[in-house]
């Protein structure tokens, strides 16, 4: 990719340039203007009553005045739920997310304090897997102003499956700096036998390109 190609891919707009990848379903109902996708990462569930139960942990750890919370869908990897709540002197501040919670038969997650966020594919066909990494990659850029995918590879072998994907993103200069573009491979290997999930993203920088006459200037 030339300089100008990489600074060309940083503008564009749409989220992700892969025709099949798969991003969250919305059900049949359309996200609002200033709704934005979310998942749960701390907890995977068995039955619509614990991810009920889920959400409602997750709406409280916002600190909401008063907040709603809405059944959209589910399909074999996840429920799905609408969250709107307002906080303390942001009565008029509406925030509304859609929130993605997984089956444990799915993909497991779990966090804790001493060992961080633990992921775990149980869905180990190849079709089930490419979707969950899908989901992934999606969540790692789609709240991310400038992130996009860009090209993604999946393989198989006896052991593990492999996905890459490439993304491209702005990084903004300082005080007298250009910004930069920025293109990545990120890796994530899973284990046939055991469902976890490595990710591979140091030294992940493939190129960086100067964008001129970006900088902010001192007044």
Known sequence: M???QLIEEVYKTNKIDVPDFHIPDDFGVSLGDKESWQQSTTKSV????????????????QNPVESTIDFIGENDFYYEFRLAYT??????NLISMRIL???ESAMFCTFNDQTGYYFEIRALDRDSVLHLLDLKAFF?????DS???????FEETDNEYIYIYYRVSITGGDWGLNDQAVIEKIKYVVDKATGVITCYNE????KTVE?????KKFK
């Open 2 to 4: 030339t300089d100008e």
């Open 46 to 61: 068995s039955s619509i009553t614990d991810a009920e139960k889920e959400i409602k942990e997750f709406a409280s750890a």
């Open 87 to 92: 906080r303390e002197r942001e009565t008029g």
């Open 101 to 103: 919670v997984y089956k």
């Open 140 to 144: 790692d850029i789609i709240n991310w």
């Open 147 to 153: 992130a996009r995918i860009i090209r993604r590879e």
């Open 203 to 206: 030294n992940s920088v493939f």
């Open 211 to 215: 964008i001129e006459n970006t900088a």
